[in-house]
Nanobody, 113 residues
């Protein structure tokens, strides 16, 4: 499975972005789908996840601001990011779990103050 993330860019604090991650093949409810991010000089960290049962899980730092969703018809998982803060800056990676973990290449989000 290949994952292609897009939608990153430069935005001012308080702004919004929507990230997309499209899989090379079909995705289904059997797949765990998630987003992670890596800020400069820091380790990759969890942002949001949809479990195979459809449960949505978010990091405390993004709760109430970010929303993860999926579109099976488009083989795509989204991350809607609102009220962005400078500390949200980083490379955002999508992840798919289907017996093993697949990572996308990442898309850069820069939030200016």
């Amino acid at each position: 499975v290949q994952l292609q993330a897009s939608g990153g860019g430069l935005v001012q604090a308080g702004g919004s972005l929507r990230l997309s991650c499209t899989a090379s093949g079909s995705i289904s409810s059997l797949d765990g789908l998630g987003w992670y991010r890596q800020a400069p000089g820091k380790q990759r960290e969890f942002v949001a996840h949809i479990t195979t049962s459809g449960y949505l899980n978010y990091a405390d730092s993004v709760k109430g601001r970010f929303a993860i969703s999926r579109d099976y018809a488009k083989n795509t998982v989204y991350l809607q990011m609102n009220s962005l803060k400078p500390e949200d800056t980083g490379v955002y990676y999508c992840r798919l779990f289907r017996g093993m973990i697949y990572w996308g290449k990442g898309t850069l989000v820069t939030v200016s103050s």
